[in-house]
T-cell receptor, first 115, second 114 residues
Framework: EAQVTQNPRYLITVTGKKLTVTCSQN?????MSWYRQDPGLGLRQIYY???????DKGDVPEGYKVSRKEKRNFPLILESPSPNQTSLYFC??????????????FGSGTQLSVL | GENVEQHPSTLSVQEGDSAVIKCTYS??????FPWYKQELGKGPQLIID?????GEKKDQRIAVTLNKTAKHFSLHITETQPEDSAVYFC?????????????FGAGTRLTVKP
């Protein structure tokens, strides 16, 4: 089954404790992206990657890092989490080829709480 | 950059009634407008989209209309059913494919009461 898998689904942590949210897709997609969803603000892009070893900032990149060492994986790293990073996070992917390059496939989300 | 506004933030309808969600965008160069549906506990899923060279598109009970002059587009759901209850997001992009610049609205929580 084609899917984007995020882990964990729920995460509670404390300020300053480094954490990583993993994202993996099995569709051989070149493009992957991270979003955060906050009430009243919708989905805002954090970082995206056009392909392996190619990453770029989205609209709200402060406090986050990403890496793209393999095509299928795109982890989101919070080096020193703060309470304002409490949010619902989504990973997404899509193809970069022709008519397939329009539809985003989203993971099921990671609810992060930073105390 | 592009700014997408979405209204209303919440919408409650009786089963069988119609529901309309409206979005406006700021960048006149935007030409691709998808709608995503997010069910409880799941990620958003594309349900319908429209390009700027088309004024209306239908897919069974859902339809999307676009007014380029006014820079607004709308999602219409007819004969609503309880399974239509979800959060709906509109989005806008200058490109249909490789749409890295896509921006989302704030979302509309639709509740369909049986």
């Amino acid at each position: 089954e084609a899917q984007v898998t995020q882990n964990p689904r729920y995460l509670i942590t404390v300020t300053g404790k480094k954490l990583t949210v993993t994202c993996s897709q099995n569709m051989n997609h070149e493009y992957m992206s991270w979003y955060r969803q906050d009430p009243g603000l919708g989905l805002r892009q954090i970082y995206y990657s056009m392909n392996v070893e190619v990453t770029d900032k989205g609209d709200v990149p402060e406090g986050y890092k990403v890496s793209r060492k393999e095509k299928r994986n795109f982890p989101l790293i919070l080096e020193s989490p703060s309470p304002n990073q409490t949010s619902l996070y989504f990973c997404a992917s899509r193809s970069s080829g022709g008519f397939l390059a329009e539809k985003l496939f989203f993971g099921s989300g990671t609810q992060l709480s930073v105390l | 950059g592009e700014n997408v506004e979405q209204h209303p933030s919440t919408l409650s309808v009786q089963e069988g009634d119609s529901a309309v969600i409206k979005c406006t965008y700021s960048d006149s160069a935007s030409n691709y407008f998808p709608w995503y549906k997010q069910e409880l506990g799941k990620g958003p899923q594309l349900i319908i989209d429209i390009r700027s060279n088309v004024g209306e598109k239908k897919d069974q009970r859902i339809a999307v209309t676009l007014n380029k002059t006014a820079k607004h587009f709308s999602l219409h759901i007819t004969e609503t059913q309880p399974e239509d209850s979800a959060v709906y997001f509109c989005a806008a992009s200058k490109r249909r494919y490789n749409n890295n610049d896509m921006r989302f609205g704030a979302g509309t929580r639709l509740t369909v009461k049986p």
